[in-house]
């Protein structure tokens, strides 16, 4: 009887822990962050105003891609996602395609910070809070890159998935 019961335990405790675990991409979807993002979305895609679209895959995963425009997007997954607050989101972001040539394969930690519009209480806009390499090389800390605020980023359009 001892080992029905232990047996129970361990069953109800794994499938528990397996059904309360949510993937990246629903971490994305519960935080706003899904669609595509510009910091203005009536400019075409390029260079300098490129779009970050994150979107389901066919297998479940959670793709976010860089459109430079040009028919120039690069494709990159978020392996993980935590929401730090309400308003804080910490992503993993790999990058995936050879074109990124000698930077394909990095690995990025990135804490998102989301402003809600106060009418619909929606995600309204984002910047990028911190982001780091897995060397710890730092591109934003405290939402300043380069001595400059990172900018917003608005939601274009929603997700197709």
């Given at each position: 009887?001892?080992?029905?019961?232990?047996?129970?335990?361990?069953?109800?405790?794994?499938?528990?822990?397996?059904?309360?675990?949510?993937?990246?991409?629903?971490?994305?979807?519960?935080?706003?962050?899904?669609?595509?993002?510009?910091?203005?979305?009536?400019?075409?895609?390029?260079?300098?105003?490129?779009?970050?679209i994150y979107s389901?895959?066919?297998?479940?995963?959670?793709?976010?891609?860089?459109?430079?425009g040009m028919r120039s997007i690069y494709a990159t997954f978020v392996d993980g996602a935590e929401m730090m607050s309400p308003s804080m989101l910490k992503i993993t972001i790999r990058n995936a395609d050879p074109k990124f040539e000698k930077f394909n394969d990095k690995t990025f930690w990135i804490v998102l910070l989301r402003e809600d519009d106060p009418q619909t209480k929606g995600a309204f806009r984002m910047r990028y809070f911190n982001s780091v390499t897995t060397e710890g090389k730092v591109g934003i800390r405290?939402?300043?890159?380069?001595?400059?605020?990172?900018?917003?980023?608005?939601?274009?359009?929603?997700?197709m998935s």
């Open positions: 009887m001892t080992q029905s019961v232990a047996a129970l335990i361990f069953f109800l405790a794994a499938t528990c822990s397996a059904s309360a675990a949510e993937s990246a991409w629903d971490v994305l979807k519960r935080f706003g962050l899904t669609g595509v993002w510009a910091d203005d979305c009536r400019q075409p895609a390029s260079v300098d105003h490129f779009r970050t389901e895959d066919a297998e479940g995963l959670a793709r976010r891609e860089l459109d430079f405290n939402g300043l890159r380069l001595g400059k605020p990172s900018p917003w980023l608005y939601n274009c359009r929603s997700s």
